[in-house]
């Protein structure tokens, strides 16, 4: 479903007018549909279909208290890396034994809160994260379930900071290691083996190294099954991408047939670990127009969000979609650069975008639901944005925009 359309020239998230959410909510907003987050999930939902498995949404894509208590009740489990995120989970009414730990540095505090609250399986990156769990595990007298999250050694084809399943990549267990790591963690008595997991990276817009990775976590199932380790569940971590521009995406539902394919008649129930794709297109950052300002080289339109806000541009490279809010601008179109109030020339949402615009405008970036408001930050002293939900014909505010008493929250003066 595409939430976001324009009705009588004015873009609206569902039947909401952006229009009318800036004007209460203020700028630079979230701004997030329910019914296109529900819909995205149920995608992975129905694909997955009465085949045993879980969908565990990657919090780290959007980890609002609302989208997480939304995925929760549509029955969603989760992937979370870090104790944060577990408590946000819990906050936001998720089941314990839905979650799935991944991440490369797990503390000794976050896995004993993991264990005390029960989580399903820990995904471990490497072997000396198997003896710290082993050891955490058994002080604490409980048995922790676990996954080994293999680096399977193919390319992902997406952007180096985003491709994580290259052997010079620093995520999970070198393939040709895994069968040593599984044989030590069978040997240690506070661990139970449940799986196999990996994570290529991000943004795929082809199955293919999917797939490859597929086959291989498949052929390491086998030769674990020939000495006798049994594992019940293939992890296969992070969705497919999302359309920026004008990518075009395999469907969600072939690349599951596919990989039930492969699996036969294998005992092994299926997770997935999606995060830009449940959320990345059901969201939009609305911010507005302060200064035009042309020189002789370039247009720049200075608009209130920055690079704090949304930092996919600058980080990556990454384009998505500007829209006027209003179609009925009497500007004339010109090429601009949308960039922000922050003081590096890395700021900039968009560049060499040809749109009509004057100053006091509205915009809406689309497709920043993933990755938005969660990397965002308080650089230049600049408060984080309010996030809003859509639902039908109303509008909630999620998360209250930041104030000045947050922002210097926990400091002190010498005394
Ligand atoms: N599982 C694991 C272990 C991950 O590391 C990730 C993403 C996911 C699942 C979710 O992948 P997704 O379905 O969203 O592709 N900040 C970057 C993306 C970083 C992704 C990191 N890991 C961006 O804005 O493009």
Redesign the pocket.
Same mark, same amino acid.
């Given at each position: 479903m595409n939430a976001f359309t324009y009705r009588n020239g004015t873009m609206h998230a569902e039947n909401v007018s952006l229009q009318t959410i800036a004007q209460q909510v203020s700028t630079p907003c979230y701004v997030y549909s329910k019914h296109s987050i529900l819909d995205c999930f149920n995608d992975y939902h129905s694909a997955l279909g009465d085949y045993p498995g879980l969908i565990c949404y990657?919090v780290?894509?959007n980890s609002n208290l609302a989208v997480l208590n939304l995925l929760a009740k549509a029955g969603a489990g989760f992937?979370i890396?870090s104790g944060g995120e577990l408590e946000r989970v819990l906050a936001a009414g998720g089941q314990a034994d839905r979650i799935i730990f *991944?991440?490369v540095g797990k503390t000794r505090s976050e896995m004993q809160r993991a264990l005390e609250v029960g989580i399903a399986c820990f995904?471990i990156e490497s072997i000396a994260e198997i003896d710290r769990l082993a050891e955490v595990a058994a002080e604490m007298g409980v048995v922790a379930p676990i996954s080994l999250?293999v680096n399977p050694d193919v390319d992902a084809k997406t952007?180096p900071? +985003?491709s994580?399943g290259l052997k010079e990549n620093k995520?999970g267990i070198d393939i040709t290691q895994a069968e040593d790591a599984y044989r030590k963690a069978q040997r240690l008595d506070s661990l139970a083996i449940k799986g196999i997991?990996c994570?290529i990276? *991000?943004?795929?817009t082809d199955v293919t190294p999917l797939l490859a990775a597929c086959d291989r976590l498949i052929a390491l199932y086998d030769q674990l099954r020939d000495i006798g380790i049994s594992i019940e569940h293939l992890d296969l971590?992070?969705? +497919?991408?999302i359309i920026y521009n004008d990518e075009s995406l395999p469907s969600i539902a072939d690349y599951l047939a596919e990989v039930k394919k492969r699996i036969g008649d294998r005992p092994l129930s299926l997770m997935l670990?999606?995060?830009? *794709? +449940?959320v990345?297109n059901a969201g939009v950052l609305v911010t507005q127009v302060e200064y035009l300002k042309q020189t002789p080289n370039k247009n720049f339109a200075v608009i209130d969000a920055a690079m704090n806000d949304y930092i996919?541009p600058a980080?990556?490279s990454?384009w998505q979609h500007i829209k006027p809010v209003s179609q009925q601008s009497s500007a004339k179109a010109l090429h601009w650069d949308f960039v922000g109030p922050i003081c590096e020339s890395g700021d900039f949402i968009g560049r060499d975008r040809d749109i009509a615009i004057q100053e006091g405008d509205l915009i809406a970036v689309m497709s920043t639901g993933?990755?938005g408001f969660t990397?965002s930050s308080n650089y230049n002293t600049r408060p984080r944005a309010a996030e809003v939900m859509v639902d039908g014909d109303q509008y909630y505010i999620v998360r209250q925009r930041e104030s000045f008493a947050d922002l210097i929250k926990g400091e002190a003066l010498l005394p």
């Open positions: 990657a780290k894509a992937d890396v *991944s991440g995904n999250r952007h900071y +985003i994580t995520f997991d994570h990276g *991000s943004q795929l971590g992070g969705g +497919i991408g670990e999606p995060g830009r *794709s +449940i990345g996919r980080l990556y990454a993933a990755y990397m």
